[in-house]
């Protein structure tokens, strides 16, 4: 039987595009998790997907280079200590036909952050759970286009600006806050193969995500905030070993400009990441599959002084109808 490989850039750009920053508050995974990076394939009607992505920062890195780390003991005023993401993202699409599919992502965003403060030993701690920034797509897909596909869609300024820390009066650095209070716009373009005989498969992406306007002040006095652009490219494969097994391997490549704005610290956030990301999904139904990968930083080129992570991870199901 044909397989159908309909609306390949939803699952493609359905993580790509969602880093804003290479600093503190940046907490997703840059590896792809949908349907078809996972040795399977999107067909007509609804699919819905939850994940959950562990990404703990606690190396600062200046440039390329690791710098020693500081503690809760030892950080003065502003010194980066550690930050861990918790994000938990649903995500639902509809493809309409061979040509149109449609996507929105909700991220609940767990997230943990400590920095120095005004006293030694006491650090300023952030410690919350909320909703981030929701996005809306759209994908299209011409029969001409011989397995390239366009996608565009908007980042929404759903998520909060204004979080405060466990004081309940220190507000949190417009880069860590849980969204970016932009109307951002998305851009890409994908290639997927498609093998007669449905073995191993692969992928090329590319994607834009720029702001469109610039947040107002949160609350803090601080002024303005406009997060930098960003772009992501990546490539992969899915190799079916079995009928319910499959092994996936990407490389994925983040670049992020610096913020602007009066609260906006250039000169510590932007960067470039690229990332190896080996995984295996399985097919507890046809229409079912669960999925694990791990996130492994072998470059990382920060602007300034930044925490850096080490290891992500992501495990997730994707479900269809």
Not at 253 to 276: C, Y
Not at 281 to 291: A, E, G, I
Request: proline content about 4%; overall charge neutral.
């Amino acid at each position: 039987m044909k397989t159908n490989y309909t609306g390949v850039a939803l699952a493609l750009f359905s993580i790509l595009a969602t880093s804003d920053a290479i600093a503190c508050g940046a907490g997703f995974c840059l590896a792809d998790t949908g349907w078809d990076a996972q040795g399977s394939n999107i067909r007509e009607g609804l699919s819905l997907g939850l994940r959950y992505e562990y990404l703990k920062s606690n190396q600062l890195r200046k440039g390329t280079a690791k710098v020693a780390n500081v503690t809760a003991a030892t950080a003065l005023a502003g010194e980066e200590i550690t930050t861990t993401n918790q994000n938990y993202v649903m995500n639902a699409g509809y493809t309409f036909n061979p040509n149109w599919q449609t996507d929105i992502e909700v991220p609940m965003l767990s997230r943990y952050h400590q920095h120095g403060s005004a006293t030694l030993g006491l650090p300023s701690t952030w410690d919350f759970t909320t909703l981030g920034d929701v996005k809306l797509m759209a994908s299209y897909r011409n029969d001409s286009l011989n397995g390239f596909s366009i996608r565009f869609g908007v980042k929404l300024p759903t998520g909060k600006t204004s979080q405060l820390a466990t004081d309940g009066a220190t507000f949190a650095e417009r880069m860590f806050q849980p969204g970016t209070g932009t109307t951002d716009g998305i851009l890409g373009i994908s290639y997927n193969s498609a093998p007669a005989d449905g073995t191993l498969r692969w992928f090329a992406s590319g994607t834009w995500q720029e702001p469109l306007n610039t947040s107002g002040d949160n609350g803090g006095g601080a002024g303005s905030y406009k997060p930098g652009n960003s772009i992501a490219l990546a490539t992969g494969i899915a190799y079916p070993v079995s009928h319910q097994v499959a092994l996936t391997a990407q490389a994925n490549l983040h670049i992020s400009g610096s913020e602007s704005g009066q609260a906006g610290v250039p000169a510590i956030t932007g960067g470039k990441t690229l990332a190896l990301s080996p995984g295996v999904s399985f097919s507890v139904t046809p229409d079912t599959r669960v999925y694990a990968l791990l996130q492994v930083p072998v470059y990382q080129n920060v602007t300034g002084l930044q925490l850096t992570s080490n290891l992500g991870a992501t495990i997730g199901i994707n479900q269809r109808f």
